[in-house]
């Protein structure tokens, strides 16, 4: 999906190119042709002449043309963009779940099965949007996810190869080497920062307020789940049958978070990388964000550019947590969410001195579910609520679908938009109703036709707290 022919977008992305422009970072990718490399816009090389360059939407598309990822700017750790907005839902959310890991283990019918379409058309979706087969945009995704494992963590090539999804280390050597046009120990011997552990770097386009979603957090750690300081945070993290630790921390000269992960196995990893991406909102669009809501609302509140959505790992954990939450402070749902915790958590085996407590998983649906509650010193209609909403995740075909929450006596409007916002990272969330929404409204004054702030509702309610 080139831009040759799009001169308003060529021009703008030759501007961003020489200027190293972070803001464009993933937003498109410079092809060179008399390199065969394609490169991100930040890329610390020599800017080659613009007659020698051509401009890509997707790193994709720049590998479909016969380019080679750049060793230096590694075109796998751009932050994400919705390049393939308006190529339609279904095929947005087949990539979605493929960038997930959803063809490691699963055939092109189940992943059919999962969108909701015949395995038929969605070859036909994938060759018209993308003029490949699913499984061949799978390949290509495990191989720049490889790649970013070879540069940035010292795991041996053969659990490189089982992290990626593929079934053999002869196999993974022969779809690197055809994708990436170089093996993966040659991709390893041209990296320039090795990495102690397994660290991931998280890049996004700036500016990131990274200081107020740490504070945010920090105000609702629950101890033996959670633990943070000045400059990072840290939690306890399960995935499929990956359980760990995570330690976040800011780089504001890479534009990137530091990722430092600790894991009982890594075949999750992709999975847990993707949850990551959505837990720090690192690939929001966060300059057509701030433009267009500061454009809205001129000077009725102080806007703070960069403020992003801080996610819950889980959506199960974001609907306990906002169940928890009704009708009472921040400090008091924050202690009933540390005494389930306490009370139902799974303690893991590896332990951090940073944390007071032994180190806990959340509780699981089931153990939930199965639990008379009597520990909760709060109504009995609460504990019910609770108790119905696990049983909903242990029995339900689709327990993630928020619309079907409602229908549970007890979860009302509220509970179910605060899970979008921050469990499902829905954007344009209004949270109607919300004490601390209604609080800043009345320092700031009312805000007419919240339809005009669409689709990044949910952005203004964090801008609306961060006034409190």
């Known amino acids: 999906m080139t831009v040759s022919n799009d001169s308003q977008s060529q021009n703008s992305f030759s501007r961003a190119r020489k200027s190293r422009d972070a803001r464009f970072d993933g937003v498109f990718f410079t092809a060179v042709k008399t390199t065969g490399i394609y490169c991100r816009p930040i890329c610390p090389a020599n800017p ?47 990539i979605k779940l493929i960038e997930a890991g959803a063809l490691y283990d699963n055939s092109v019918d189940d992943l059919a099965a999962r969108v909701g379409v015949s395995s038929r058309y969605l070859r036909e979706l994938f060759a018209r949007g993308l003029g490949v087969s699913p499984k061949q945009y799978a390949i290509y995704q495990q191989c720049l996810f490889a790649k970013q494992l070879l540069h940035q963590s010292q795991l041996a090539i053969s659990d490189i190869a089982m992290a990626s999804g593929f079934n053999s280390v002869r196999r993974f050597n022969e779809a690197v080497k055809q994708h990436l046009g170089l093996s993966p120990r040659e991709i390893r011997s041209g990296r320039s920062n090795s990495q102690q552990g397994l660290v991931l ?32 945070y840290g939690r306890v993290i399960e995935y499929g049958q990956s359980r760990g630790t995570i330690e976040v921390s800011h780089d504001d000269e890479k534009a990137s978070l530091r990722i430092s992960l600790k894991l009982n196995r890594i075949d999750d990893l992709l999975g847990i990388q993707n949850r990551l991406r959505a837990l720090f909102d ?68 590896q332990q951090t001195p940073e944390s007071s407590k032994i180190l806990r998983c959340f509780p699981s649906a089931k153990a939930v579910g199965e639990s ?28 993630e679908n928020i619309d079907e929450w409602l229908k549970l006596k007890g979860i009302g409007p509220w509970t179910a938009n605060y899970a979008r916002i921050r469990g499902s990272k829905d954007p344009d969330v209004w949270l109607a109703g919300d004490a ?13 036709d919240l339809t005009r702030l669409a689709p990044w509702r949910s952005y203004l309610t964090f801008q609306l707290w961060n006034q409190l």
């Open 48 to 94: 080659p002449l613009e007659k020698n360059v051509e401009y890509h939407r997707s790193a994709f598309s720049a590998a479909q043309a016969g380019f080679r990822p750049c060793l230096r700017c590694r075109p796998e750790c751009a932050p994400r963009s919705a390049a393939w907005q308006g190529t339609g839902t279904t095929l947005q959310r087949a």
């Open 436 to 448: 601390g929404v209604n609080n800043a409204l009345k320092r700031v004054g009312d805000l007419d």
């Open 201 to 232: 770097f998280l890049a996004y386009r700036p500016p990131f307020a990274w200081q107020e979603m740490l504070n945010f957090l920090r105000r609702r750690l629950i101890d033996g789940l959670e633990w943070a300081d000045e400059t990072s």
């Open 372 to 399: 008379d509650l009597s520990f909760f010193k709060m109504p009995q209609a609460r504990k019910d609520c609770l108790r119905r909403f696990a049983d909903h995740f242990v029995n339900a075909a689709e327990p």
């Open 282 to 349: 690192v690939d929001a669009d966060i300059d057509a964000i701030d433009s267009h809501l500061q454009a809205e609302l001129s000077d009725a509140i102080d806007y703070l550019p960069g403020l992003r959505i801080p996610g819950i790992w889980s959506v199960f954990e974001a609907g306990v947590r906002a169940i928890l939450g009704q009708q009472v402070s921040v400090v008091a749902a924050q202690k009933l969410v540390q005494t389930l915790v306490d009370e139902l958590g799974v303690p893991l085996a």
